[in-house]
Structures are given as structure tokens and as C-alpha cells.
């Protein structure tokens, strides 16, 4: 049998995964196919990046995994590292709102309360916005929608107080998007199917959520987890399992011809490719421009995607005298602050902070304020320190500070996002049999959701091969 070639174009958490699970999938069945995996820049891992600087291990993308989300679990178990496995410090976080800190309510879910005693415990919602929250409790279920934007859903089952001060932040924050343009059916179904299910999200939460285990509540563990050395060491040990030869870096993809028996991939150095099937795990906006003869694509052009900067200072700890218990806190939009979030890494994560040292990162980047990301480092750190002095008495300058910025990075599943996908998936397996779309910008955002793509593609790639 003619061996049969796979290109993985794309070296982020999606590629690597997916080329892993292909090339373990490949020896465990023994089938005569080859892996090979492009990359466009110098480096491996997309938005993961650790940097190691006077003794801080500092994340330039995302810092954790969602621990409850097996399949970056299991990749972590499959490549010997649990070992490595550190866990996050639990703590009092925060919503800024009105410029004021106050603590996140217990008893709730993305934000969400899952019964009335946190509600109306809370001091982020006056009275007022209490008793409309209370409406879901008794408002008829919505009719059955196509799909609708999150801020359309939960203003129509709570009111517009409890979604700006407490549901906005959260999810707003966790996509970098508009909360009344990302489609709910896309990013959180489970609020639609409790509410179709249950005719109110709080009874469904309450109906759903797991009780809280008495026997831990003196010694919580943290929701997410890293590894010792920074998440990093995923990227580098996924690479160290792929077979020697298997990756290219710095070597873009320019162009994708489909041939009659298969791919052609033009490389800008000059090289040409060939391959029986082609993975695209890059951003969606590279798409049509590589395969620019085929305008159903152009589809992906409308797709948004969100810049956004962090900004990570360290301090010696006699430099903040005015210190807060908690492991970070998130802004409203009815406070006048240019920084979205604020995690006191320091706390969160204690083992990347030498002692008697203060490491804070800040985000920048809301939808309506893009042109921020563009700063200079001297104009984003002064903002972001002028922010962060309206909550805490920083005395002195930083030890020093690390930009990151990312350039249209995070995708936005606006409202239509999955009928828009399948229909582009749809027309790639009619007039491009064997290039499949995955990453980020398609079926999650998150690496544990990224990492599922990847594998499941490797199976797809396998199915369809052995036809």
C-alpha cells in the first residue's frame, strides 16, 4: 500500500495535539502514514510562552488549565508530566465596580447565581437589581431560538444590573469579546438547555451543580492547575514525542492547490509539500488566503478576532504597603479603568515568585478599546500603574515590566457562529476532501478545548484515510 502523507499546517497547542495523537495512533495500528507539521514563526506553542527572568517564571499567554476539563488532563497524564502538576492557591477574588473592589459572591457559576442567599448577600447589586434578578425564577421559559447573543439572554433573565456588575465581567473577560455579540449557543449552550429545560437558570443551577464537598471547604483546591516550569513544558514535551524530522518552523505556508491526487502545499522558501490531507490549525483568517480560489472561505473574513496586551510587573514586596487578600479581581464596565483584569500572581501562584517579590499581571484590550494594544511599553505601563494605584499604594516603580502583546488573537464566536461553521465545513469536505479546520477558532477557545480538537481531528484524518 502507497504511503499516505499528512500535513499539519500550524504549530500551536491544536497542531502539536493533533500530529501527536496522529503519529501514536499511526504506531498503534500500524498504518503507512507520515506526519509532517509547518510552522510559521521561529517557535512552537501558538499563545503559550513562558518566560524565566530573576528567579519569576512569567506567562505571556495563558497561565492555567481548567482542571475539570479531561482532555488536557489526560495529554498531560499520556506525556509522563503529572508529576509536574501544581495546583492553584484559592482565594478572595474580586469585580471592580463604580472603582470600588468588591468580593466575588460565593454560591455562583460564570457568574451566575445558583440560589437566592448569595444574590442577596451580595453588596455588588442594590436592591433593586436583586429583585430583577429574582425574575428568572418565575419568567416563562424563552422560545426556541436559533441562537442569540449571551447579553440578549442573561439581561432578559436577570436585568441589566446583575449582567454589567456580574456576568460581564466574567465571560467578557474570559473571551476578550463583546458580551452583546458572542452567541450564547456557541460559547455557554448550557444556560440555553437549562433554561429550555428547567424555565429558569437558577433552578437548573441548583437542579445541576454538584453540592459543594463539606470535607474540603477548610482546604480548597484550586479550579485550575500549571506546571512547575510554566505551561511551556506542554509545548516542549509534545514536541519531544513527535518523531524526529516531523516539524518545520519558519517556514510559512503561502498557498494550498488542490491536485487530483491531493495537495500541493507552497512554502515560502521554495519547497513544495505534498500531501493526501491537510490539517489547518492556524487562525481562521489565514484560511482564505491560502486557498484564495475558493470564496466560500471568505466566510472567515467576517469573523472577528480581538487584540489584546498583557502587562506583567514585578516589585520588591516593601514596594506595595497598601497589599489586598486575594488572588486578583476583574472590571466592570461602570468603572473608569482601562485594565480588564488583575491577577496578584504572587498569590495565585506562589511557586513563580521568588520570595519577598510581588509579581502582578494586568490585561488590556477591551473590544471598543483596541487601539490600546498599540501603545508603547513606557505608555502601557503607565496606564496600567495608574490603574492598579486607585486599589493599592504602590510606593515605587516596578523591578521591571514584560509586554505581551497579541495581535487579533483571540477569535469571537459572534451570534450565527456554529450554522457559519458547519457551512464552511460543509462545502471543505464537497470541494476539499481531506482538509480539515480546527483550533481555536472554530469548536473553543480554551487550551483543554483546543487539545480535544486536536485529538479528535487525528481520529477524523484516520477514518477518512482508511475510507
Known amino acids: 500500500m502507497a504511503r499516505k502523507n499528512i500535513v499539519v499546517v500550524g504549530g500551536g497547542i491544536t497542531g502539536l495535539t493533533a500530529a501527536y495523537y496522529l503519529q501514536k495512533e499511526i504506531k498503534e495500528k500500524r498504518l503507512p502514514y507520515d506526519v509532517k507539521l509547518v510552522e510559521a514563526s521561529n517557535r512552537l506553542g501558538g499563545k503559550i510562552k513562558t518566560m524565566k527572568r530573576d528567579g519569576f517564571t512569567i506567562e505571556q499567554g495563558p497561565d492555567s488549565l481548567?482542571?475539570?476539563?479531561?482532555?488536557?488532563?489526560?495529554?498531560v497524564e499520556e506525556l509522563g508530566l503529572q508529576d509536574q502538576i501544581v495546583r492553584n492557591a484559592t482565594g478572595q477574588s474580586y469585580i471592580l465596580v463604580k472603582n470600588k473592589l468588591h468580593k466575588m459572591?460565593?454560591?455562583t457559576f460564570m457568574g451566575i447565581p445558583k440560589n437566592i442567599r448569595p444574590l442577596l448577600s451580595s453588596n455588588l447589586i442594590s436592591a433593586k437589581g436583586k429583585g430583577r434578578a429574582l425574575v428568572d425564577l418565575v419568567l416563562p421559559r424563552g422560545k426556541e431560538a436559533a441562537d442569540q447573543s449571551l447579553g440578549v439572554f442573561f439581561r432578559r433573565r436577570f436585568g441589566n444590573e446583575l449582567l454589567i456588575n456580574q456576568i460581564d465581567p466574567l465571560l467578557s473577560g474570559i473571551h476578550s469579546g463583546d458580551i452583546d455579540e458572542m452567541s450564547l449557543k456557541a460559547t455557554y449552550p448550557i444556560f440555553y438547555k437549562l433554561e429550555q429545560e428547567y424555565g429558569s437558570v437558577m433552578k437548573g443551577l441548583k437542579k445541576t451543580m454538584p453540592k459543594p464537598d463539606k470535607s474540603k471547604e477548610k482546604n480548597p483546591t484550586g479550579a485550575f492547575f500549571s506546571l512547575e516550569n510554566g505551561l511551556e513544558t506542554l509545548i516542549d514535551s509534545l514536541a519531544e514525542k513527535l518523531d524526529e524530522d516531523t516539524v518545520t518552523v519558519s517556514n510559512p505556508v503561502d498557498h494550498v492547490e488542490k491536485k487530483d491526487n491531493g495537495y500541493h502545499l507552497l512554502l515560502s522558501n521554495g519547497d513544495v509539500e505534498k500531501a493526501d490531507v491537510v490539517i489547518m490549525a492556524t487562525p481562521h483568517f489565514t484560511v482564505p488566503r491560502l486557498f484564495s480560489q475558493y470564496d466560500f472561505f471568505k466566510t472567515l473574513d467576517d469573523m472577528p478576532a480581538t487584540s489584546t496586551a498583557n502587562v506583567v510587573l514585578a516589585f520588591d514586596q516593601s514596594a506595595i504597603k497598601k497589599d489586598i487578600d486575594g488572588t486578583g479581581f476583574l472590571v466592570s464596565k461602570s468603572s473608569n479603568y482601562r485594565i480588564t483584569a488583575c491577577t496578584w500572581t504572587h498569590k495565585k501562584w506562589p511557586i513563580t515568585t521568588p520570595d519577598g517579590k510581588i509579581l502582578l499581571r494586568c490585561y488590556v484590550g477591551r473590544p471598543n478599546d483596541q487601539s490600546v494594544v498599540d501603545m508603547t511599553d513606557a505608555e502601557l505601563t503607565e496606564i496600567v500603574l495608574k490603574d492598579l494605584k486607585k486599589t493599592m499604594k504602590i510606593t515605587s516603580?516596578?523591578?521591571?515590566?514584560v509586554i505581551t502583546r497579541w495581535k487579533n488573537a483571540r477569535p469571537q464566536y459572534t451570534v450565527g457562529h456554529l450554522e457559519r461553521i458547519t457551512a464552511v465545513r460543509n462545502q471543505t469536505r464537497k470541494y476539499l476532501p481531506g482538509t480539515f479546520l480546527t483550533g481555536s477558532s472554530y469548536d473553543g477557545v480554551g487550551i483543554p478545548d483546543c487539545i480535544d480538537q486536536?485529538?479528535?481531528?487525528?481520529?477524523?484524518?484516520v477514518e477518512f484515510l482508511r475510507g
Open 66 to 75: 481548567l482542571a475539570r476539563k479531561q482532555p488536557a488532563v489526560k495529554l
Open 105 to 107: 459572591p460565593k454560591g
Open 397 to 401: 516603580d516596578p523591578e521591571f515590566s
Open 454 to 461: 486536536g485529538e479528535k481531528t487525528a481520529h477524523e484524518v
